[in-house]
Every structure is written in structure tokens, then in C-alpha cells.
């Protein structure tokens, strides 16, 4: 079959010690077309990269619906659409997973269409995710190569990348965390981070440890798509582009939470009557830029006093000695909720002078944002979309 215009033939794909070429990859989702055309749509998972970048192709090429499985837990749409279109699961990350279409057109809005066949890519999200789907997308049309590992940690990626030579990585701040922890160093030329609130510790590392590439974090979802990119190596972004607004995407702020109006969010989500959709992140306005503090649905209540568990992570994270941070809310049944805490010091960091500082930078908050443990660990699980996982258990 014949490549679609998006994709370049001098894209490459390495997994598992294998490299393939879009020839390749376009002689099995020819095979694979006919079946799709059958059956009027397919489904696809992520673990095997190749796989799905055949399955894209075959149903471009069938001219039906793909949906991109990671739970299986997300429902069925109620209309089954016709024509191609893809289906992506939002993370789930709060709850059940909700299951969304994107015209593959608006997909492809914000990806330079622009010859980068010496590129690179690493593969650190979940493949079927929506951020996955953007850096397969993007090496796709650039025509570099991608190296992928479904279910690597971040260490393994780390190492990967650096035995690959990769130039260009995107990741959650998490997989970022746990790479510069890891200490490898590959030769990069590109740093995307994306996926959660990016903070300013984390840039400033970045930054030095790798000088010669250019660094941005991008914001996107799901639902909304992709929307903006900052690269001015601060948090959050301008002020002022809520009112100007940023790559055709409209920005305001409602109670304290982002909305976003944008022509690439998917086709199905929820919107007012303007096309204004509520993204759930709560934001605030500091001087010059609008910051991101966590999620709304991501509050708790400590005994009658509202809690941000992202916004103590902030302030963890900016202790010296923390390699990476996790905060989480437990039941109590005294308080209702209160919350813990994961440290992962930085290397021959030493615990007693780590936990001094930890209990200085504490001290400043309200008693009932304080965690009440705190353990340190050598490493945080992350979830396949590169995002903390936050476990719940008894205090």
C-alpha cells in the first residue's frame, strides 16, 4: 500500500533490537487493511509500537475507526462513527476512563511536517496514549527513527536512549526525574516534557545537564489536544496570552480551573455552547504567569481544611537533596484524609541532613498540609502514561 502524505518513507522504527522501515511497516497494514475493512473498524494496543504504527496505516488505508486500547475499562461510544478516525482512552488517572475521537487531521495540527530524518526519537509514554501518539506522529512525519520499549521504567528507558543515541525525548516530569536520577546522559538536542505541572527545579536541571538541547514543555490533552508550547525555560506560561490567546487556542481562567477553546480538541468532548471546555486543572496567576498548582478532582479535605497535594509536591521538590516526589492522600479516622509522602534523595544523599530540610521547607505550611510520614524510596512507580501513581491505603 501506499504511504499516506503524513508519513515519510525514510521513517524508521527500533524495538526489541529490531529496526523497521515504513516499507515494512506499510506491507503489514496492507494485509492488515482488508480485515479492518471487514470487520468495519479495529482495535489496537500498545504493546508493540509496531503494531500500532501498522494499524494506523491499515485503517487509513480501510477508511475506518482504530481505537487505541490501555484499560480496556474505557466504554464503547454510543454512535460508532464511520470513516477514519481514531479513538484514544483519556488516562483515567481520577477515575474510569472515557473513550474519545479525534479526526486524524486535527491530530496532526500542531506536528511540523518538515524533513528530520537524523533524528532520534525516544518513546517514554504509553504507546496508544495521546502523548505517545504525538511523538509516533511526529517522528513518523520527520522521518527519524524511533526507538521504543513498551514497559520499560524510566531507568531502562534512560539506558536505552543513551545506547541508541537518542536526540529527541518527550516525557512526563516523572520519567524526566527518574532519568536524571539514573545518570545516563544521551546525546540529546530536544527536550519535550508534558503530561503534568513541569516546575522550575526541573528545568533549571534540565538545563544544565543538558546544555546543547533546546527545552519546552508542552500542554495537551486527551480531550482538549494539543494546545501550546512554552520554551522560554520558565513555569506555567505568559499571562498575557490570556487575552491574546496562543496557536489558535483561547485561554481563560473560571473559578480558578484552565479552559481552553481549541480547533484540535477531539471530537467528542464536553463543551459549552462557545466550544469552551473545562479542563480541570487548577491554575494561578503570579506576576507575569499563569501557573499550574493540580488537578480539582484532585483535592482533598484534611479535617475541614482543602488541600492541593501537587502544591506540597511543588514545595518537596524544591528541597535540596530530593531526586523526586510523591504526596498522596490516605483515609484517617481521625481527619478524615491526611497526607503522606515518597522521597527519592539524590545520590549519597544523607538522610539526616535530607530529613532536617525536608521538616524546615514543612514547617511553613498549614499543620493540615503537612504529611504525616514521609519514607524514602530509590524510585516512584509510574503508570504507563509516565504519571505518578498515587496509592491509596490506610494510615
Same mark, same amino acid.
Given at each position: 500500500?501506499?504511504?499516506?502524505?503524513?508519513?515519510?518513507p525514510r521513517?524508521?522504527l527500533t524495538?526489541?533490537?529490531?529496526?523497521?522501515?515504513?516499507?515494512?511497516?506499510?506491507?503489514?497494514?496492507?494485509r492488515?487493511?482488508?480485515?479492518?475493512?471487514q470487520a468495519?473498524?479495529g482495535?489496537?494496543?500498545?504493546?508493540?509500537?509496531?503494531?500500532?504504527?501498522a +494499524? *494506523? $496505516?491499515?485503517?487509513?488505508?480501510?477508511g475506518v @475507526?482504530l481505537?487505541?486500547? %490501555?484499560s480496556?475499562?474505557a466504554?464503547?461510544l =454510543?454512535?460508532?462513527?464511520?470513516?477514519f478516525s481514531?479513538l484514544?482512552?483519556t488516562?483515567g488517572?481520577?477515575?474510569?476512563?472515557k473513550?474519545v475521537?479525534h479526526?486524524?487531521?486535527?491530530?496532526?495540527?500542531?506536528?511540523?511536517?518538515?524533513?528530520?530524518?537524523d533524528?532520534?526519537?525516544?518513546?517514554?509514554y504509553?504507546?496508544?496514549?495521546?502523548a505517545?501518539?504525538q511523538?509516533?506522529?511526529t517522528?513518523?512525519?520527520?522521518g527519524?527513527?524511533l526507538?521504543?520499549a513498551?514497559g520499560?521504567d524510566?531507568?531502562?528507558l534512560?539506558?536505552?536512549?543513551?545506547?541508541?543515541g537518542?536526540?529527541?525525548?518527550?516525557?512526563?516530569?516523572?520519567?524526566?526525574?527518574?532519568?536524571?536520577l539514573?545518570?545516563?546522559r544521551p546525546p540529546?538536542?530536544?527536550?519535550?516534557?508534558g503530561g503534568e505541572?513541569?516546575d522550575e +527545579? *526541573? $528545568?533549571?536541571?534540565?538545563?544544565?545537564?543538558? @546544555?546543547?538541547?533546546?527545552? %519546552?514543555?508542552?500542554y495537551?490533552?486527551?480531550? =482538549?489536544?494539543?494546545?501550546f508550547a512554552?520554551?522560554?525555560?520558565?513555569a506555567g506560561?505568559?499571562a498575557?496570552?490570556?487575552e491574546?490567546?496562543i496557536?489558535?487556542v483561547?485561554?481563560?481562567i473560571?473559578?480558578?480551573v484552565l479552559e481552553v477553546?481549541s480547533p484540535?480538541?477531539?471530537?467528542?468532548?464536553?463543551?459549552?455552547?462557545?466550544?469552551?471546555?473545562v479542563?480541570g486543572?487548577?491554575?494561578?496567576?503570579v506576576?507575569?504567569?499563569?501557573?499550574f498548582?493540580?488537578?480539582?478532582d484532585?483535592v482533598v479535605?484534611?479535617?475541614?481544611v482543602?488541600v492541593v497535594?501537587e502544591?506540597?509536591?511543588a514545595?518537596?521538590?524544591?528541597?535540596?537533596?530530593?531526586g523526586d516526589?510523591?504526596v498522596?492522600a490516605?483515609?484517617?479516622?481521625?481527619?478524615?484524609?491526611?497526607l503522606?509522602?515518597?522521597i527519592?534523595?539524590?545520590?549519597n544523599?544523607?538522610?539526616e541532613?535530607?530529613?532536617?530540610?525536608?521538616?524546615?521547607?514543612?514547617s511553613?505550611?498549614?499543620p493540615?498540609?503537612?504529611?504525616?510520614?514521609?519514607?524514602?524510596?530509590?524510585?516512584?512507580?509510574?503508570?504507563p502514561s509516565?504519571?505518578?501513581?498515587?496509592?491509596?491505603?490506610?494510615?
Amino acid at each position: 500500500m501506499d504511504l499516506p502524505d503524513w508519513i515519510s518513507p525514510r521513517f524508521r522504527l527500533t524495538e526489541g533490537g529490531v529496526t523497521q522501515d515504513a516499507a515494512a511497516l506499510a506491507g503489514r497494514a496492507g494485509r492488515l487493511a482488508t480485515e479492518y475493512r471487514q470487520a468495519g473498524g479495529g482495535g489496537v494496543d500498545g504493546s508493540s509500537v509496531a503494531g500500532l504504527a501498522a +494499524a *494506523l $496505516l491499515a485503517a487509513r488505508e480501510a477508511g475506518v @475507526p482504530l481505537r487505541l486500547r %490501555r484499560s480496556g475499562a474505557a466504554p464503547a461510544l =454510543a454512535d460508532m462513527p464511520s470513516g477514519f478516525s481514531l479513538l484514544l482512552e483519556t488516562s483515567g488517572t481520577t477515575g474510569t476512563p472515557k473513550l474519545v475521537r479525534h479526526d486524524p487531521s486535527r491530530l496532526l495540527g500542531r506536528i511540523p511536517r518538515t524533513a528530520a530524518p537524523d533524528a532520534v526519537w525516544l518513546l517514554s509514554y504509553d504507546p496508544c496514549g495521546f502523548a505517545g501518539l504525538q511523538v509516533l506522529l511526529t517522528a513518523m512525519a520527520g522521518g527519524g527513527r524511533l526507538v521504543a520499549a513498551p514497559g520499560a521504567d524510566a531507568a531502562a528507558l534512560a539506558a536505552l536512549a543513551a545506547a541508541e543515541g537518542c536526540t529527541h525525548a518527550s516525557g512526563t516530569p516523572s520519567f524526566w526525574r527518574g532519568l536524571l536520577l539514573s545518570g545516563a546522559r544521551p546525546p540529546l538536542k530536544a527536550i519535550t516534557i508534558g503530561g503534568e505541572a513541569v516546575d522550575e +527545579a *526541573l $528545568l533549571d536541571r534540565l538545563a544544565e545537564s543538558f @546544555p546543547a538541547a533546546r527545552l %519546552r514543555h508542552i500542554y495537551a490533552s486527551t480531550e =482538549a489536544g494539543a494546545l501550546f508550547a512554552v520554551a522560554d525555560g520558565r513555569a506555567g506560561f505568559p499571562a498575557s496570552w490570556l487575552e491574546s490567546g496562543i496557536e489558535g487556542v483561547g485561554l481563560r481562567i473560571g473559578d480558578g480551573v484552565l479552559e481552553v477553546r481549541s480547533p484540535r480538541r477531539a471530537l467528542s468532548p464536553e463543551t459549552d455552547a462557545e466550544g469552551w471546555l473545562v479542563t480541570g486543572d487548577l491554575v494561578e496567576v503570579v506576576g507575569d504567569r499563569v501557573l499550574f498548582r493540580g488537578r480539582n478532582d484532585g483535592v482533598v479535605n484534611v479535617g475541614g481544611v482543602k488541600v492541593v497535594p501537587e502544591q506540597v509536591e511543588a514545595l518537596l521538590l524544591s528541597v535540596a537533596g530530593v531526586g523526586d516526589a510523591a504526596v498522596a492522600a490516605v483515609p484517617s479516622p481521625i481527619t478524615g484524609q491526611l497526607l503522606t509522602a515518597r522521597i527519592v534523595p539524590v545520590p549519597n544523599m544523607s538522610e539526616e541532613i535530607l530529613r532536617d530540610r525536608l521538616r524546615d521547607a514543612l514547617s511553613t505550611l498549614p499543620p493540615a498540609a503537612r504529611p504525616r510520614r514521609i519514607e524514602l524510596v530509590e524510585r516512584l512507580p509510574l503508570a504507563p502514561s509516565g504519571k505518578k501513581i498515587r496509592m491509596e491505603g490506610a494510615a
